[in-house]
């Protein structure tokens, strides 16, 4: 048995072709990990941590999450985990429901409260061959619901709901959906999510 991915394989240095930029763009995908085909899915053959094709299971679909302003999605963020033989991850996602009312509560919601997601997030930085846009969260473990909260007086959901979701126990530090090009991969990520009515 092998030692995995525990050993350094790069040198760290700066890409000054392609630096490093902060944050998410306000748009993604949030589906329901019973939802996604894992026999079918497809990773990348050199780069392990690369999802070329997510498959769902027949008929289903991702929803997309929306999140306006000029910070979306803030406090998104992976940390390690120490272990007793292996360290995994933790990733935090947290999601605004600007709504509220009796179709938000019975179809967001609750089914937040108790399901598992995997979402993918685009993030501003898209990386040299652009497979750094699409980061997918909840694949391994899943995202589960740490807390939910509905306050009539914030300032910051305008009395909507506030959800932070967590993964606990992800083997990998990160997940990215890409598939050859930039162009394909969009048109791959289009197809995951219901398309709204016309």
Not at 162 to 175: C, I, Q, R, Y
Request: glycine share 10%; with cysteine; hydrophobic share 30%.
């Amino acid at each position: 048995m092998g030692l995995c991915d525990e050993i350094l394989k790069k040198g760290i240095s700066i890409d000054c072709d392609n630096p490093i930029t902060k944050g998410l763009e306000s748009n993604g995908v949030i589906i329901n990990r019973q939802d996604v085909d894992f026999a079918a899915t497809v990773f990348d053959a050199t780069r392990k941590n690369i999802i070329k094709t997510l498959a769902l299971k027949t008929g289903k679909k991702g929803y997309e999450v929306y999140c306006p302003g000029s910070t979306p999605f803030t406090g998104t963020k992976t940390s390690l985990e120490k272990g007793t033989y292996k360290n995994k991850w933790t990733h935090d996602l947290p999601l605004v429901v600007l709504d509220n009312g009796p179709e938000v509560c019975e179809d967001i919601i609750e089914g937040l409260a108790n399901g598992e997601y995997v979402v993918i997030l685009r993030n501003k930085h898209k990386g040299g061959e652009g497979n750094a846009e699409y980061q997918v969260y909840g694949y391994y473990q899943g995202l589960r619901a740490e807390t939910i909260e509905n306050d009539k007086y914030s300032e910051d959901t305008d009395g909507g709901w506030s959800v932070a979701l967590k993964e606990t126990g992800s083997p990998k530090a990160a997940m990215f959906f890409f598939n050859t090009d930039k162009k394909t991969t969009d048109a791959q990520f289009g197809t995951l999510t219901v398309q709204p009515e016309a």
